[in-house]
Each structure stands twice: as structure tokens, then as C-alpha cells.
């Protein structure tokens, strides 16, 4: 099975930092790999899938990247509604892999 | 409005069965793989079952393999996942998934429900 590495677990930054996250995949993922963002209580939400493709209606502030076995996602100029937890997942092989996720929290 | 809407959670003993449910509207049911994802309170994300559009694929994470089953009822546009044996540390928000697109092997999920609390206890 392919393990996910998230990195960090916890993140404090303010409004308007650029904050990076970063995912590693045990073996090449290509370019399958997805990033939700999830608020308490609340389900998690796509932002980003294939490894940089915007979901739609998600703010351009936003930006993934990387293939194989790294990848990265961006937030820049974060925003007040972007303190969250957000996680990686791979999509290309059986059984899906979510990373640890990391907590964006303000500073 | 694409909608999911889960059912079937609650309070458990440990070793008994529960099933969930997932009602779906507001797209092509079969056109789209769905899938199980729980969160154990305070904890990460965790995928736990798929299956195909048709029904005939389906996955497995290894932590469920053998005491789960997932179906699907295109008729119904309906998802559950039967539980058996279940054990404390199945205690999770099940979310039901829908897949983005109507590839089995490289999607992703764009729809989640609100998820239902299934409690295990011992």
C-alpha cells in the first residue's frame, strides 16, 4: 500500500502569509493526488485534484503542485476563511491514502 | 443540487453489525463510483470503501477487509455499507463520497455528505 507523509501537523501563520504544505508519497502517485480542506464539524471540501487543476469556485489563491512522489499546496496571501485543517490524498492505486493533514492555524 | 444525505448511525456494542446508508440526488447515480470515508473523533481522514458506477468494482482499506461490504442500488440511487464485527475502534463520522468523474481507477472525490456518528462500545 502507498503511504502519504503530510507535512507539517501544525502550521501558524496570519492573514495575507504565504503558508506551503507538502506531501510525500511511499512510491510514485504520478499525478494523482488531491487537496481537501475541512473547518470543525464540518466535511471536507476539494480544492485541488490531478495534482494542480482548481476545483471549481476555489480561489486562485490557492495552487498545487509536484508529481511522483512530492507535491506541494500553496496558499497564498491566506485569508481568513483559510485557517483549517487540510489534507492530501492519493487517487492512483487501491486503497485510497489520505496524509495526516495539517492544522493552519492563526499565529 | 448534488446532495448526499447518510443515514443508519448510532450506538453499538461491540462485535454487532450496523448498516448505513447514503441516498444520492442530483446527478447520473451510475455514472459515478462512490465511497465511505470515516474520521475517528479528533483524528484524520480515513477512505474505507469504494465501488464502481455499475457495481462491479469495489475496494476495501485492509482495516475493514473481510467485516465490511459496500453496495449500491442504481435503481434507488441508494450506497450502504453493511458493518460487521465492529469494534471500538470503528467508532467515526462515516461521510458517503461521490466520485468526481466515471474513471474507477484515478478519481477523486468532489461531494461529500454531512456525515453520520457510528459509536462502538465496548
Known amino acids: 500500500d502507498i503511504q502519504m507523509t503530510q507535512s507539517p501537523s501544525t502550521l501558524s501563520a496570519s492573514v495575507g502569509d504565504r503558508v506551503t504544505i507538502t506531501c510525500r508519497a511511499s512510491?510514485?502517485?504520478?499525478?494523482?493526488l488531491a487537496w481537501y480542506q475541512q473547518k470543525p464539524g464540518k466535511a471536507p471540501t476539494l480544492l485541488i485534484y490531478?495534482?494542480?487543476i482548481l476545483q471549481s469556485g476555489v480561489p486562485s489563491r490557492f495552487r498545487g503542485s509536484g508529481s511522483g512522489t512530492g507535491f506541494t499546496l500553496t496558499i497564498n496571501s491566506l485569508q481568513p476563511d483559510d485557517f483549517a485543517t487540510y489534507y492530501c490524498l492519493q487517487y492512483n492505486t487501491y486503497p485510497r491514502q489520505f496524509g495526516q493533514g495539517t492544522k493552519v492555524e492563526v499565529k | 443540487e448534488v446532495q448526499l444525505v447518510e443515514s443508519g448511525g448510532g450506538l453499538v456494542q461491540s462485535g454487532r453489525s450496523l448498516r448505513l446508508s447514503c441516498a444520492a440526488s442530483?446527478?447520473?447515480?451510475?455514472?459515478?463510483?462512490m465511497n465511505w470515508v470515516r474520521q475517528s473523533p479528533g483524528k484524520g481522514l480515513e477512505w474505507v470503501a469504494g465501488?464502481?458506477?455499475?457495481?462491479?468494482?469495489?475496494g476495501y482499506a485492509d482495516s475493514v477487509k473481510g467485516r465490511f461490504i459496500i453496495s449500491r442500488d442504481n435503481a434507488k440511487n441508494s450506497v450502504d455499507l453493511q458493518m460487521h464485527s465492529l469494534r471500538p475502534e470503528d467508532t467515526a463520522v462515516y461521510y458517503c463520497t461521490k466520485n468526481r468523474g466515471k474513471s474507477w481507477f484515478h478519481d477523486t472525490f468532489d461531494v461529500w455528505g454531512q456525515g453520520t456518528m457510528v459509536t462502538v462500545s465496548s
Open positions: 442530483g446527478f447520473t447515480f451510475d455514472d459515478h463510483g
Open positions: 490531478q495534482t494542480s
Open positions: 465501488i464502481s458506477g455499475v457495481g462491479d468494482r469495489n
Open positions: 512510491q510514485s502517485i504520478s499525478s494523482w
